[in-house]
């Protein structure tokens, strides 16, 4: 393997997720929603990440930032494309899937 190739395998594996999870409240679609993306994150991303999970109720101005179109709805910001995921995230293939991750 040569240098660059050591490079590249760290960078894909160092790159830092930006999350963000809009809920509604304490829905049990929100509340299972915030407790299958941090499973998520803390099985597949390690510290890699930075998810801010957002009520709508709470924080009106941050839910125009992105336009909502359905709760829960999870919004990857980085690496790559901005990518968005309506639902309660327990499709842990789907998830993985729609964050770019290929096991």
Do not use: F
Not at 47 to 63: G, H, P, R
Not at 67 to 90: E, H
């Amino acid at each position: 393997m040569t240098l660059a190739e050591t490079d590249l395998d760290w960078d894909e594996k160092e790159q830092l997720y930006i999350l963000r999870l809009y809920v509604a409240g304490t829905s049990p679609n929100s509340m299972r929603a915030v407790s299958n993306i941090k499973n998520i994150c803390k099985n597949y991303l390690k510290d890699n990440y930075d998810l801010e999970i957002v009520d709508v109720y709470q924080q009106v101005d941050k839910a125009a930032e992105d336009q909502l179109i359905a709760l829960p709805l999870l919004v990857k910001k980085a690496p790559g494309q901005v990518r968005r995921l309506v639902g309660d995230m327990s499709d842990e293939a789907r998830v993985l899937k729609g964050l770019g991750i290929h096991l």
